[in-house]
C-alpha cells in the first residue's frame, strides 16, 4: 500500500524534492492555512521520509499530509519557514534528531541546537544511532510478578538481554563491573 492510497487518517500525497517547498506554498494559497507540525521517519537503509501536516478550516475542515522522500547520505530539502512561520521551531527540531539540512536560496540555513545539550555529537533519532547509555546502565524496564528488590540483596537471575540499537561487541564487559 501507498502513501496515497491509505484508508486511513487525512490524505497523503507524495511529491519530489525538487517540488517540497513549491507545493507547500501552493497548499497555503489554495486555503492550507493551518501549519500543525513538520517531521521525519527514518527509513533506513533507504533515506528518510519528511512529513507535514496542514489543515483547511473552512468552510469545512480537511486535512492533508504532505511527504518527500529524502536521500540517506545528502538529506536536504528547501525551508518552508517563509511559508508558515511555525515550521522554523519544526526543522531546527527536524535538523538536530535526524540530520536534514534545510535549504534557503540553495544555502544550508544554520540551525541553532534547540533540545540537545551544547557538544552532543550525531543525530539521535537515526536507526544507526547507538544507544551507548543503555550499556553502560542497566535498562531499568519492569520487572515480571514475584521479581522485587524488597526481599533480596539481588533480584533473581534473569537472561540478559541486549538492549535495543546497542552493537553486540560493546555489550563485552560493560555490565560486569
Known sequence: MSLE?????????VVEVGDW??????LRADGFTYFDWLSAV?????????V???ARLAPTL???LLATHLDRATPSVASVADVFAGAAWHERETHEMFGIAFLRAGEPLVLDPLLLPD???GHPLRKEFVLASRVAKAWPGAKEPGESDADSAHSPGRRRVRPPGVPDDWLKGARDE
Open 5 to 13: 492510497s491509505n484508508p486511513f487518517g487525512p490524505p497523503h500525497r
Open 52 to 54: 507535514l501536516h496542514v
Open 62 to 64: 480537511e486535512h492533508l
Open 21 to 26: 517547498h513549491d507545493v507547500v506554498a501552493g
Open 42 to 50: 527514518d527509513e533506513h537503509p533507504e533515506g528518510f521520509r519528511l
Open 119 to 121: 557538544g552532543f555529537e
